[in-house]
């Protein structure tokens, strides 16, 4: 009979119950997962295994999403500003106001597909997805708590244990609340538009769709690139000039960098009203007079850009059609991404 | 069956882990690296908290904050090899005396001729995402809006500031106003630092604060830099270039 020392008997049981606890996991449905990476899109920037990413991690994510603590008066969570009816947009005002009514100088992204961006925020000044959140939760006008607090508060709370759960953690730190909520964001895939569903073969367009579709290839596809419907590089597009905000310039510090903002992805546009980087074009009707007969030709203008498009009133009854066709109803209606 | 190969195969593992009875010699050794700070070149020691005279601009200043990091601790061998601390990230706070002694362990015996210091975050770091430890961007050294670590912060009181205080959060990684600076540093008098498996030799490294003016001059000229820019660079470069080994001894 071998004889063990109780260290070495210890060691034992804690391999062996290691080795029968993952396997749960792995036999659950998968398909909530797999919708995280279409078929149909390319390889995204950030790399995703959604096999790493369990029900409870990604719940911890977005029960945080939803979470007024986040924010230094309790007023607040990331949902307030980033609806998920509005593709996780702002709520149909130019400038979305953060804690004591604050306003900033920015319009409200939607968050979706984020693992396909290479950059992040208007003028793309973070670098890393896990990143992200760092900026509204501690920026003035946002939510205004600092990290310490934010990490206190959680500490203090019942998500302590949650936290304790899902990772190997004695306490939540900035790296597992990140963490968290880059887990539940990537969850929050649009894929399922009119637009998919014609591409995979199970619908079509109607006359006037695919009118759309033709003009939008010619004239907007170079910056706004199917199937995410932007490329994500940073253009000034001839709005405004002078630029009041020096967008992608602030971070570059390059003067031909004045004035552009990254390509936003046109997907779930007719959700997302009003647009641009401050919110100030209403409509999608007036956005396709400005790229009609409202550009200005300027130094920065950027060179995919020669100048006004000239569309005729049903070129741009076409193409507002088409962009239509991109609002994903899955998106913006899945429970699993909505409020707890 | 499945289940019981398993348990062995991890009773195996554990009593593997356990058996060894034997160390092995170890020839490894410690060195220890001591901050210290003095005021221009008077000899006497930074004070916070305390309104300095500088004698080149001519400002009184008074120092609330500084902290500054330094990382990828190396010492050169005499025989051209490098050993190198692992996930070397050091957040040294002048208000806290803890930070400003850094411990280091497992360096081969035998004798090193130079200490090499990045001043600064390395450029790989400030694109890796989330980082824990010194690099935690809980410690406030660390842009939210425009990713990067923010290499050396200063802040404080000055009469000859329009503000009346100074705020100076140096950073920026890459092109021609990154403010890291890896520099190899000898010991004085062309010693050589000898590691051995007993004892702790402690390298004394000084630097001086004043130095964040030596090319900028008075706050007057920009008392507060929030963004990685000429003058960053300038005032970072000014500050590493001038640490330097004071002495060393066990």
Redesign the interface.
């Given at each position: 009979m071998i004889r063990f020392r109780t260290g070495q008997l210890a060691g034992i049981t804690i391999a062996a119950s290691l080795l029968f606890s993952c396997s749960d996991d792995l036999r659950k449905d998968h398909s909530w997962r797999k919708d995280m990476l279409p078929e149909h899109f390319p390889e995204p920037v950030y790399s995703i295994d959604p096999d790493t990413l369990s029900e409870e991690v990604v719940a911890l994510g977005r029960d945080l999403f939803y979470d007024n603590l986040l924010s230094s008066d309790s007023s607040i969570s990331c949902g307030t500003c980033h609806a998920q009816t509005h593709a996780f947009a702002g709520h149909g005002t130019p400038i979305s106001a953060g804690v004591h009514g604050r306003l900033g100088t920015r319009n409200t992204p939607g968050l979706s597909n984020l693992a396909w961006h290479n950059s992040y925020m208007l003028d793309g000044g973070i670098n890393h997805l896990d990143l992200v959140p760092i900026a509204p939760i501690t920026a003035f006008f946002e939510m205004d708590l600092s990290l310490n607090e934010a990490i206190h508060r959680l500490n203090s709370s019942p998500y302590k244990a949650r936290f304790q759960r899902v990772y190997n953690t004695d306490s939540v730190h900035t790296k597992v609340l990140m963490k968290v909520l880059t887990a539940f964001e990537l969850t929050l895939v649009s894929a399922d538009s009119k637009y998919d569903r014609v591409v995979l073969g199970d619908s079509v367009f109607t006359e006037v769709e695919e009118r759309g579709e033709v003009l939008f290839q010619s004239n907007c596809a170079s910056c706004h690139t199917p199937p995410l419907f932007s490329d994500f590089s940073y253009a000034n597009h001839g709005f405004e000039w002078p630029s009041t905000d020096a967008g992608r310039g602030r971070i570059t510090l390059a003067a031909e960098d004045s004035g552009a903002f990254k390509v936003p992805s046109l997907r779930n546009a007719a959700l997302t009203h009003p647009y641009m980087h401050d919110g100030s074009v209403y409509s999608l009707e007036e956005v396709l007079d400005r790229y009609s007969d409202g550009i200005l030709v300027h130094s920065n203008l950027d060179p995919r850009i020669e100048g006004p498009m000239h569309f005729s009133d049903e070129e741009k009854a076409a193409l507002i059609a088409f962009i239509h066709t991109l609002t994903d109803y899955t998106l913006n209606t899945n429970p699993r991404h909505s409020a707890p | 069956m499945k289940v019981i190969s398993?348990?062995f195969l991890?009773?195996a593992?554990?009593?593997a882990?356990?058996s060894c009875d034997k160390e092995p010699v170890n020839t490894d050794g410690d060195f220890q690296i001591q901050m210290e700070y003095q005021w221009a070149m008077s000899g006497a020691p930074f004070t916070m908290n305390t309104m300095l005279y500088h004698p080149m601009s001519g400002d009184s200043l008074k120092f609330t904050t500084f902290k500054h990091y330094l990382s990828n601790i190396k010492l050169h061998h005499v025989d051209g090899s490098v050993w190198e601390a692992p996930e070397s990230y050091h957040l040294l706070n002048i208000d806290d005396a803890t930070s400003l002694v850094l411990d280091f362990t497992g360096v081969p015996a035998g004798e090193y001729n130079a200490l090499e210091i990045t001043f600064g975050v390395d450029s790989l770091r400030n694109?890796?995402?989330?980082?824990?430890g010194a690099l935690?961007?809980?410690n406030?050294m660390?842009w939210?809006?425009?990713?990067g670590y923010i290499m050396i912060k200063a802040m404080g009181e000055s009469p000859q500031s329009p503000s009346g205080t100074f705020s100076y959060h140096l950073g920026g990684f890459s092109g021609p106003n990154s403010t890291i600076l890896t520099k190899e540093l000898n010991f004085p008098a062309g010693e050589l630092l000898e590691i051995t498996p007993d004892g702790t030799p402690v390298i004394h490294t000084m630097a001086n604060p004043a130095k964040l003016f030596h090319t900028q001059g008075t706050v007057a000229n920009m008392p507060m830099i929030h963004m990685?820019?000429t003058e960053a660079g300038i005032m970072a470069s000014d500050f590493n270039q001038g640490v330097f080994i004071d002495h060393v001894h066990l």
């Open positions: - | 398993k348990f991890a009773a593992a554990a009593t882990l356990y694109v890796s995402g989330l980082q824990t935690d961007p809980a406030n660390f939210s809006w425009n990713t990685p820019n």
